[in-house]
């Protein structure tokens, strides 16, 4: 997710983002555990949609 389409989206659509790849992550971490994955690097990615969503979610509440 690229972080121009975050900024677009409002508070409330950005929470609901932030849980649902929250729950996606801890499905991919425990569902998985005894099984291979096919796409390693989604572990990744999912980290850092988080990581961006909470980043502008912390920069809108100071006033940036």
Request: hydrophobic letters at 35%; glycine letters at 8%; proline letters at 0%.
């Amino acid at each position: 997710m690229k972080t121009k389409e975050i900024r677009e989206l409002n508070n409330i659509e950005m929470e609901k983002k932030l849980v649902l790849l929250r729950e996606k992550q801890r499905a991919f971490r425990f569902g998985g555990a005894g099984s291979r994955t096919k796409n390693v690097k989604e572990g990744k990615t999912m980290r850092q949609d988080i990581a961006k969503i909470l980043t502008i979610i912390r920069d809108k509440k100071d006033g940036k």
